[in-house]
């Protein structure tokens, strides 16, 4: 049974750090792998997803990578900005057809 | 904007309940899959629909159920509510049923209390 981790569950950092988000998943066997953000109460918005066959996506300060083999995946932002602050959540999909989410990294970033 | 409209944005039910949830997925996606969304947890597949049939359950109860109409919206009902149910309600749509290469797309939830 797939399960997805994500460390840390939250985060606080000074605004212009650069930072990483964790995520790990037990079976490798993965079409993807996709990063989403999630502002309080609302829905969930694609950042990135990365195939398989990738090793990373990269869009504007956002770069996320995957190590398959490994079940690991990170989200860097970098120069990050008040605007970045919310829930990060990570989602594997595999043969089922559904994503498996991870429970979130709560990011603040202090002005 | 993903172009996922879900209805209504917040309701409060009573325990014993049932509710109706609606869904009106991105033009061109024949597909709609719902999630549900504890406070704090990542979203829990429900199930999906393709061509007005279920195609994949997660595991929820059968009080958890749904239609998809031709013109590929939605609707998700729940019976007899109970306090757990209190949850964020997700609605994603997508190209196909096959998520090996795309994206889903998620509308902004329907948050339902349970009193």
């Known amino acids: 049974k797939q399960e997805v981790t994500q460390i840390p569950a939250a985060l606080s950092v000074p605004e212009g750090e650069n930072l990483v988000l964790n995520c790990s998943f037990t079976?490798?066997?993965?079409?993807?792998l996709q990063w989403f953000r999630q502002d309080p109460g609302k829905g969930l918005t694609s950042l990135l997803l990365?195939?398989?066959?990738?090793r990373e996506q990269t869009s504007g300060r956002l770069n996320a990578s995957l190590d398959k083999s490994s079940g690991r995946s990170t989200l860097y932002i970098a120069a990050s900005q008040p605007g970045d602050s919310a829930t990060y959540l990570c989602?594997?999909?595999?043969?089922?057809?559904?994503?498996?989410f991870g429970t979130g990294t709560l990011l603040a970033v202090q002005p | 904007e993903t172009g996922v409209t879900q209805s209504p944005t917040h309701l409060i039910k009573t325990r014993g309940q049932q509710v109706t949830l609606r869904c009106s997925s991105q033009s061109g996606h024949n597909t709609v899959s719902w999630y549900q969304q504890a406070l704090g947890q990542g979203p829990q597949f429900i199930f999906q629909?393709?061509?007005?049939?279920?195609?994949g359950r997660g595991n929820f109860p059968p009080r958890f159920s749904g239609l998809q109409f031709p013109n590929y919206s939605s609707e998700l009902n729940v019976n007899a509510l109970e306090l757990d149910d209190s949850a964020l309600y997700l609605c994603?749509?997508?190209?196909?049923?096959?998520?090996?290469?795309?994206?889903?797309?998620f509308g902004e939830g329907s948050r339902l209390t349970v009193l």
């Open positions: 994603a749509s997508s190209l196909s049923p096959n998520l090996d290469t795309g994206e889903l797309f």
């Open positions: 079976d490798s066997a993965i079409y993807n």
């Open positions: 989602a594997v999909t595999g043969a089922t057809n559904k994503l498996i």
């Open positions: 990365i195939q398989s066959s990738q």
């Open positions: 629909y393709y061509r007005e049939e279920e195609n």
